[in-house]
């Protein structure tokens, strides 16, 4: 069982490139999300979507775009990437909010980008 | 806006001694999350608090949760080196959907 998955670990990229980080879960869960982590910041959330079909802005969406594929992918697109965007994300799953759900968030392993 | 905090943002500690990491919280929340992360790695979760005055344990981790007072601690006892890691404590607003919010993390070294 793979959980949460994504693409690529690591990537460079030179300003005003483009890129976009892959994530795919085997859970069947409704629920996904993208967050960044710098050091001394804990996570911030970038987007997520709360069931297949909708997606929503979380604490830093400047800069980013995303695309709820389906129910396993979600993905994060860096239209033109900027040095301020170097950092580690991270994809993670959850089942949907409400009732006895415990709404617990499993991660991906990570992409580390460096914007040069 | 809802604000996370952890505190001690580092912590060096000798084994065998015993630790409180402290998480405290500035807006009404329905749950409460920790988290382990070992350098260069995924998080994984540890507990998920409920209610006010649940309490959780797992091995030398023992987590609660203080709803009135806006707090939650993970306690440390006899700590071994496999434990070093990074902690982190996020919260998940009431009536604000999917959202959690993490705090700063508490880095934990634990020597030999």
């Known amino acids: 069982n793979a959980g949460v998955t994504q693409t690529p670990k690591f990537q460079v990229l030179k300003t005003g490139q483009s890129m976009t980080l892959q994530c795919a879960q085997d859970m069947n869960h409704n629920s996904m999300y993208w967050y960044r982590q710098d050091p001394g910041m804990g996570l911030r959330l970038i987007y997520y979507s709360a069931s297949e079909g909708t997606t929503d802005k979380g604490e830093v969406p400047n800069g980013y775009n995303v695309s709820r594929l389906n129910k396993r992918e979600f993905s994060l697109r860096l239209e033109s990437a900027a040095p301020s965007q170097t950092s580690v994300y991270f994809c993670a799953s959850s089942e949907r909010w409400g009732g006895d759900t415990t709404g617990e968030l499993f991660f991906g392993e990570g992409s580390r980008l460096t914007v040069l | ?112």
Request: charged letters at 20%.
């Open chain 2, 1 to 112: 806006e809802l604000k996370v905090e952890q505190n001690p943002l580092f912590l060096s500690m000798q084994e065998g001694k015993n630790y409180t990491i402290y998480c405290n919280y500035s807006t009404t929340s329905d749950r409460l999350y920790w988290y382990r992360q070992d350098p260069g790695k995924s998080l994984e979760s540890l507990f998920v608090l409920l209610s006010n005055g649940a309490v959780k344990q797992e091995g030398r981790l023992m987590a609660s949760l203080d709803t009135k007072a806006r707090l939650s601690t993970l306690h440390i006892t006899a700590a071994v080196h496999d434990l070093s890691a990074t902690y982190f404590c996020a919260v998940r607003v009431h009536n604000a959907g999917n959202m959690l919010t993490f705090g700063g993390g508490t880095r934990l070294m634990v020597k030999p």
